[in-house]
T-cell receptor
Framework: QKEVEQDPGPLSVPEGAIVSLNCTYS??????FMWYRQYSRKGPELLMY????GNKEDGRFTAQVDKSSKYISLFIRDSQPSDSATYLC????????????FGTGTRLQVFP | GAVVSQHPSWVICKSGTSVKIECRSL??????MFWYRQFPKQSLMLMAT?????????EQGVEKDKFLINHASLTLSTLTVTSAHPEDSSFYIC?????FGSGTRLTVV
């Protein structure tokens, strides 16, 4: 079993839809959770960073962490064609600050 | 915010030659830099971890003699693909902290 599981998609939605992207993980020691967005032929860029459980909102993006279920989500409201990209979840342990464990990424396509 | 500058963004080389990829942390000191490889529509694959002033740690299955990593200063890490072959063609990305470089597309002909 992989440490982090993420549905590869592709996920295709119309413009304006609410998008839900998810990851599950197996290691209950993960404390820090991140979402990255990667456009084609570019390096991933950090979108959201959360610690432990709870919600964090930034504009149209909301990151949710449910540690009891070992489940994290990224919601995108009012999705735009420019949101079309691959979204990767990542997480790390408390005591090792540099090593990140990545999901495989979900390809999202928002069509006009 | 933190910036990692990666160069070149795109390179074509002949089979048998070597290619050097540079990653610089512009506004922070990266004592550790991570190097990834990514094939089209596939996930990131960690190749190695470079630490300033010491030898890099390579992931299982990665040839350390082919992929030479140097981390001579707190702001510069380099990956050299030696004696490149077409199967080394890929997208290479570095990461310092939570920040990735923009990636290098290597094509070996």
């Amino acid at each position: 079993q992989k440490e982090v599981e993420q549905d590869p998609g592709p996920l295709s939605v119309p413009e304006g839809a609410i998008v839900s992207l998810n990851c599950t993980y197996s290691n209950s020691a993960f404390q820090y959770f991140m979402w990255y967005r990667q456009y084609s032929r570019k390096g991933p860029e950090l979108l959201m960073y959360t610690y432990s459980s709870g919600n964090k909102e930034d504009g149209r993006f909301t990151a949710q962490v449910d540690k009891s279920s070992k489940y994290i989500s990224l919601f995108i409201r009012d999705s735009q064609p420019s949101d079309s990209a691959t979204y990767l979840c990542a997480m790390r342990l408390t005591y090792n600050t540099d090593k990140l464990i990545f999901g495989t990424g979900t390809r999202l396509q928002v069509f006009p | 915010g933190a910036v990692v500058s990666q160069h070149p963004s795109w390179v074509i080389c002949k089979s048998g030659t070597s290619v050097k990829i540079e990653c610089r942390s512009l506004d922070f000191q990266a004592t550790t830099m991570f190097w990834y490889r990514q094939f089209p529509k596939q996930s990131l694959m960690l190749m190695a971890t470079s630490n300033e002033g010491s030898k890099a740690t390579y992931e299982q299955g990665v040839e350390k003699d082919k992929f030479l990593i140097n981390h001579a200063s707190l702001t510069l890490s380099t990956l050299t693909v030696t004696s490149a072959h077409p199967e080394d063609s890929s997208f290479y990305i570095c990461r310092g902290g939570y920040t990735f470089g923009s990636g290098t597309r290597l094509t070996v002909v």
